[in-house]
């Protein structure tokens, strides 16, 4: 085993020093936070472009759209190329660090090759899995916060003003930082910028993609294009259905904090069993 630690730790260099320079413009703008392994990206982002990959397969497209809809789809070819290369430089430093305790332990039997395979594909799963969970979680943020807005919006639109005035008064009187309220401050600078009312209420369902909004865009969209003397009331019926979800999401949010609570106190139960126990196991085995 030490002679493969060996082989592939020479492997790894010789691909870290290739690898070293050429992509700083790809990496430098990631936050370090969110992409731990940045000083490592480079290598994965060789091996791609050396495979000569396409990004175009139906799993790429899937990872794609949720890629869009957290950084945007302008941006979204180039975090799938870093999201890819992400996973493998993952599976390089693990696979270094794998080869390197199997030359520590010097034979390995079956059971370790089969941990060190499954800990690979696990690398897969939950990266994978985390961009998923992001998704969700964006998409939640804005369910509890758009409630809000829209009663906020009503009452702008029922005292006089226009949705677009109105729209632009809530954005710029909020000072609480949200995704929602990112997405509306996209949707006003798109119009400041020239873009057509219509187009950016459709890029802004596009990018939200919750059924509230949808429907939301659907009823600013029929008051823009024919006006309607019915949005008020239909805007407070669905204000009192999103504050209903609302409430089911805040409850959905507690029922996941409290599971996620179960496996610490699992483990704080196994630790105290363990600390009374021994004592008397090791007193029995004495007597015995």
Known sequence: MLIVFIFYLIIF??????????????????????????????????????????????????????????????????????????????????LLLFTLVGAAMGELDSGYLIVGILMLAAVIYFTDNELSGKVKKRRLSIQIDFPDFLNKLILLVNAGMTMSRAWEKIV??????????????????????????ITAFEDFAKRCRIPEITRFVSVALQNLNRGSSEMIPILRLQASECWEMRKHAAKRLGEEASTKMLLPL???????????????????????
């Open 13 to 94: 260099l010789i691909l870290f020093l290739l690898s070293r320079n050429k992509y700083n413009d790809h990496v430098m703008p990631l936050d370090k936070n969110e992409y731990k392994l940045k000083f490592f990206l480079p290598m994965g982002l060789f091996i791609l472009d050396k495979a000569k990959y396409k990004y175009s397969s139906k799993y790429d497209r899937t990872l794609q759209i949720k890629i869009s809809e957290i950084k945007g789809a302008k941006y979204s070819v180039y975090y799938l190329q870093i999201h890819q290369a992400n996973k493998i430089a993952l599976t390089l430093v693990l």
């Open 172 to 197: 710029v009187e909020n000072k609480r930082e949200s995704i929602l309220y990112e997405e509306l401050g996209v949707v006003l600078a798109d119009i400041r910028a020239g873009k057509p009312e």
């Open 266 to 288: 699992a483990l704080m139960f196994f630790a105290i069993i363990l600390i009374v126990g021994t004592p008397a196991i090791l007193a029995l085995v004495k007597g015995i």
